[in-house]
């Protein structure tokens, strides 16, 4: 599957922004489609995952309460939006898919190009 990351831009501490990840090619319920980010000089983290059927989800401490994976089938979209954000989300955004419910970036095998998200306080 190939994917394409959306809706990154630059915004002020406590506004929102939502993300995009429009995937082509069939997706099987059985997939779990993540949305990670890097800030510079930093590691890649994960921010939040959703399986494709069933729609379950998992967040980063982070984020949780801030943050909101979703997924359109009919659109092959899976969307972030955040709320709140703060300047230490800043960084920038990769959604990928993989096989496993997890959290660690080895685990995804499609990644997206990356939007950049900035917060400024």
């Known amino acids: 599957v190939q994917l394409q990351a959306s809706g990154g831009g630059l915004v002020q501490a406590g506004g929102s922004l939502r993300l995009s990840c429009a995937a082509s090619g069939r997706i099987f319920s059985s997939k779990v489609m993540g949305w990670f980010r890097q800030a510079p000089a930093k590691e890649r983290e994960f921010v939040a995952a959703i399986r494709w059927g069933v729609g379950t989800t998992r967040y980063a401490d982070s984020v949780k309460g801030r943050f909101t994976i979703s997924r359109d089938k009919s659109e092959n979209t899976v969307l972030l939006q955040m709320n709140s954000l703060k300047p230490e989300d800043t960084a920038v955004y990769y959604c990928?898919?993989?096989?496993?419910?997890?959290?660690?970036?080895?685990?995804?095998?499609?990644w997206g190009q990356g939007t950049l998200v900035t917060v400024s306080s």
């Open positions: 990928a898919a993989g096989n496993q419910y997890g959290t660690m970036w080895n685990e995804y095998d499609s």
